[in-house]
């Protein structure tokens, strides 16, 4: 039905900026909320930021002022542009969707980021 798919982690040191893509394809009539979402080691995963279909954006309190979520609806994509990146962002981020007409959400399979000092 609808197929999610992360690119762009990777390994950097802190301070430095990453930018990842959330790609969506398949059947659906148009996309709903996008958000990223990441998981570390041994923590539940939590909501970084979120995006609904008109452009209204939520950040998390720990990542305001360096990360900064976009989409390009024309391309179904969105964006998580990370600056001023830290060690405790290391984990796996997630994109997550809702498509119309479908009633469930999509996730992607991940893109490892990881942050040394």
């Known amino acids: 039905q609808v197929q999610v798919v992360e690119s762009g982690g990777g390994s950097v040191q802190a301070g430095g900026s990453l930018r990842l893509s959330c790609a969506v394809s398949?059947?659906?009539?148009?996309?709903?909320?996008m958000g990223w979402y990441r998981q570390a080691p041994g923590k539940q995963r939590e909501l970084v930021a979120d995006s609904s279909s008109g452009g209204i954006t939520n950040t998390a309190d720990s990542v305001k002022g360096r990360f900064t979520i976009s989409r390009d609806n024309a391309k179904n994509t969105a964006y998580l542009q990370m600056n001023s990146l830290k060690p405790e962002d290391t984990a796996v981020y997630y994109c997550?969707?809702?498509?119309?007409?479908?009633?469930?959400?999509?996730w992607g399979q991940g893109t490892q980021v990881t942050v040394s000092s």
């Open positions: 997550k969707v809702a498509a119309i007409p479908w009633a469930r959400d999509y």
């Open positions: 398949g059947s659906f009539w148009r996309i709903n909320a």
